[in-house]
């Protein structure tokens, strides 16, 4: 006999304080009776057509009720599912069903289908359109520079590389762009030359010039830029550096960067008839965007990102995979709350310091004129009460006198 919703209510309850947690219903997004209901009835109509946009491209997507179904068959996945906040559950399942495309420039998503050890071809493409030129893939270094990284900054994502040339790219993306400004780009990027320095002349010893040294290339990709980007331009997203001489002369001096306003772009991409001009805003449309209609925009322009999102979408149907990746996400994302917090907290002290410094120097200043005009008028005083006393005098002898 099918059990009532009070009942399913009570047996979810009971399970759940059993295994010492909360209770599912503190937690879950997930309507128990609309679970249930979902067995024996199809989708919501409103869910169809925003789900049938990707599954006609990719009919590996699952329905939300399957993505359910299994993560409830697996305790372990379940009691992790749980454990989410309503709105993480709600956006996993959004992931996994194809409401939404991934986040495919956060780092496990990116390391999953860009990693250069097993897909080099799509980093290669990726950088070589950022740079200009064509460079391919020798290997992947240790980001030993992430301590530069992490200190009061969102990290995203980050991937040190190195080229066939001997020339290293440090690739990442920052949540907020205020909290990696030019000085900070410019340490990080003498940090990689630094390295290469080291690397070189120990794996040549005697041999070594400072000619072998090659250029290092610091790429950093922000959601949200900071103000030395938008306030200069609303159209330009990408942004290149690098020394040059005022006279014209040419030295190689090895540091260039490269600053693209994912925030910026997203604007400018979603403008009415805007289509994806060239290679390198593909590539961003993809590691960017996860708008469905914006995901099938790429596919009918550039069938080529059709693998790579079939790659994803069965990424998706390994729940244990997914859920770890997602979790992590999560992780990463709760660390960078706390720090983007933190941040704001001791902004908004200094903001308040800085506040009361002036308050005080301004009752400083009052308070100094204040005595100065208080001095003026007792010495003025004492001047008007010396001339009265002259006076007095002077009248006093004449009066002798006479």
Known sequence: MRKTFKQIMSIMLAAALTLGGTPFTAKASIDIKQEENNKNKKEKSEDVPMKNKLQNYFPMIRTQGEVLSELRENTKLWKTFCEWEGKYQQEYLDICTGVKGVKLLYDTYFKAVMNPDTRPERLNDFLSEILGKK?????VLPNE??????????????IVVQFEDGSIANVEVQKIGYLFPGQRSACYS?????RQYKRVRAELGQGFTYRKIQKVYTIVLFEKSNSDFSNFSKEIYIHHFEQ?????VEMNLLQEYTFICLDIFDNIIHNEGRKIDGRLEEWLVFLKEDDPDMII?????NSEFRDIYEEIYNICRNSER??????????????NTVKLMIDEMEEEL???KRKAKKEVDEVKRKAKEEIEEAEKRAKAAEEETERLRRTLEEQKGKRDIS
């Open 350 to 352: 200094n903001e308040t």
């Open 322 to 335: 997914m859920m770890g990746m997602f979790s992590k996400e999560l992780e990463i994302m709760d660390r």
């Open 135 to 139: 460079v391919k893939i020798l290997k």
């Open 145 to 158: 520079s992430a301590q530069i990284a992490a200190e009061s900054s969102l990290l995203i994502m980050d």
């Open 297 to 301: 925009k790429l596919l009918e322009q």
């Open 244 to 248: 040059k001489s005022d006279t014209g």
């Open 190 to 194: 003498s940090d990689l030359l630094l």
